[in-house]
């Protein structure tokens, strides 16, 4: 069988090598994924401040936070391919440096231009370090071990969404905005030499690059998330956002023509035969609509009706924030036990109870400690599903395909927590919803319960998930039945050759 050479090189991941420490893997991988996380949200409280220093519009400001998102959106599968031939480690390392550059030049930014231009460069930075993070904390721990990894590292992302607000609010009140991108820049400086020397440099399936692929993926992707966020100011029967939806969903149709044809595919449509991939899709969409969608109406409750700093909004809401950093390490331990449907089934329906409980007492009148046992619910719930999703992702995968799976669903996410946004703002409008405290109330109630009915969609597709431990955590040197034949003569995929303490 012929085969491109590049394809079955022997790699760095394929020659036995030193173990390394359990917790220093954990920290390769999970920090510099932590900061891309945190620095999506922790802008959001420098946008009053931005809006007086700099005199930047109120249109300025949406592109301060859009502009990472897409570019993040738009670059995750070109830069999961790249990390596929180039060496994942490579490309994630690069991932760092571009995003700590992006955090320097916004740090030094002067006019709203120069910031937004920042902001780009750290989302294409992000791309990288996002999807390759978990691709390669799977290839770094032996089997017996990943799923407590995964756990952990679910933890880490939870936590960055988490601080995000939290970060921004404290750094805003005691220092300037300029702090909160001059942070990442000692991070990054640690995170490239620990990933250079504790992660290896597993590749994928190193073929060509796709290049007319990536081009109508990135196209695709960037018209849709720019008509969703647009779609709210612009409104959602105007003449440009209905034409960019249905540009995006053509370019899409055509990108995923061309998957089914390509030699090289940066999307091998075979994976969506794969029920636990493609069903996990499926959950990781329907959950960041729900979930993000209101907590981005619920923090503004607390600020307009409850009469809280965007500080005080960030701590109050850490109830149901910070669960994740405490139970999803706990959930990455009991998945290989009772598998990964019982606690996804388990975390989604917490989460959709604890939102339309929320939703039916929200009142003018309601004190925060009402909220508590909610939060606590909902965060509960998110942990069940952050670590237990990821396994659920690449469980029946080949290695050398875990790249590309994390890049579809980061992908997907993204759209999720955009559409989310833009769905639950535009119910919120639509109600009459205003920044006064009875007008908001009202208008926030149907968009909460609407966020609350999504996640009870997600737990009733959970339930196709596959049940046991079998699901759960491939076998040692399985390849997967979605795997390619290059699976399974690179010696790339035996990850497991390299121990870890």
């Known amino acids: 069988m012929a085969l491109d050479p590049l394809a079955t090189a022997p790699t760095e991941s394929a020659r036995p090598r030193r173990a390394r420490p359990f917790a220093l893997v954990i920290a390769a991988a999970s920090v510099p994924m932590f900061m891309a996380t945190l620095d999506n949200l922790v802008m959001t409280n420098a946008l009053p401040v931005l809006h007086r220093e700099m005199g930047a519009s109120v249109e300025q400001l949406q592109w301060f936070v859009n502009a990472y998102t897409l570019a993040f959106a738009g670059a995750i599968l070109i830069a999961s391919a790249l990390g596929d031939r180039f060496g994942r480690r490579t490309v994630f390392a690069i991932g760092i440096a571009v995003f700590g550059i992006g955090s320097v030049f916004a740090a030094l930014s002067t006019d709203p231009g120069q910031l937004i231009a920042a902001r780009a460069l750290q989302g294409f930075g992000g791309a990288a370090v996002m999807p390759l993070s978990l691709a390669l904390l799977s290839g770094a721990v032996p089997q017996t071990r990943r799923a407590l990894a995964i756990g952990i590292w679910g933890g880490v992302s939870g ?27 000692p991070v990054a400086i640690v995170a490239i030499p620990l990933a250079l020397l504790v992660l290896r440099n597993d590749f994928g399936a190193r073929a060509r690059i796709d290049v007319p692929g990536a081009v109508l993926a990135a196209a ?48 091998p449509l075979r994976l969506f035969r794969d029920r636990s991939f493609s069903v996990t899709n499926i959950i990781g969409f329907a959950f960041s609509f729900g979930t993000f969608g209101a907590v981005f109406i619920l923090i503004q409750y607390l600020q307009v009706v409850q009469g809280s700093s965007p500080l005080e909004a960030a701590v109050q809401t850490t109830p149901w924030t910070l669960a994740p ?163 399974t003569e690179a010696p790339a995929a035996a990850s497991d050759l390299a121990g870890v303490r």
């Open 220 to 267: 695709g992707v960037l018209a849709l998330v720019h008509a969703i966020v647009r779609g709210n100011d612009d409104g959602w029967d105007s003449i440009g956002v209905i034409g960019e939806i249905a540009l995006g969903a053509v370019l899409l149709g055509i990108f995923f023509a061309w998957q089914a044809r390509a030699k090289a595919p940066l999307v």
């Open 159 to 185: 936590l960055g969404v988490a601080v995000g607000p939290l970060v921004g609010g404290a750094i805003m009140e005691g220092w300037n905005w300029q702090a909160i991108f001059w942070i990442n820049v």
């Open 325 to 487: 950093m405490v139970v999803a390490p706990i959930a990455g331990m009991l998945a290989p036990r009772v598998g990964t449907r019982v606690l996804m089934v388990l975390g989604l329906g917490l989460q959709a109870a604890a939102l339309t409980w929320i939703g039916l007492i929200m009142s003018t009148e309601l004190d925060y400690p009402a909220l508590i046992a909610p939060f606590i619910m909902a965060g509960v719930g998110m942990a069940l599903v952050f670590a237990p999703s990821a396994t659920a992702l690449l469980a029946t995968l080949g290695l050398l395909d875990h790249a590309k799976a994390s890049g579809v669903n980061s992908t997907v996410r993204e759209l999720g927590v955009a559409l989310g946004t833009a769905v639950m703002t535009a119910i919120f409008v639509s109600a009459g919803g205003e920044l006064l405290p009875d007008l908001y109330v009202d208008a926030a109630r149907p968009a909460v319960l609407t966020g609350a009915g999504v996640l009870l969609v997600a737990t009733i597709a959970a339930l196709w998930l596959p049940a046991g431990r079998s699901a759960t955590v491939p076998t040692p040197g399985r390849v997967g039945p979605a795997s390619s034949p290059a699976d």
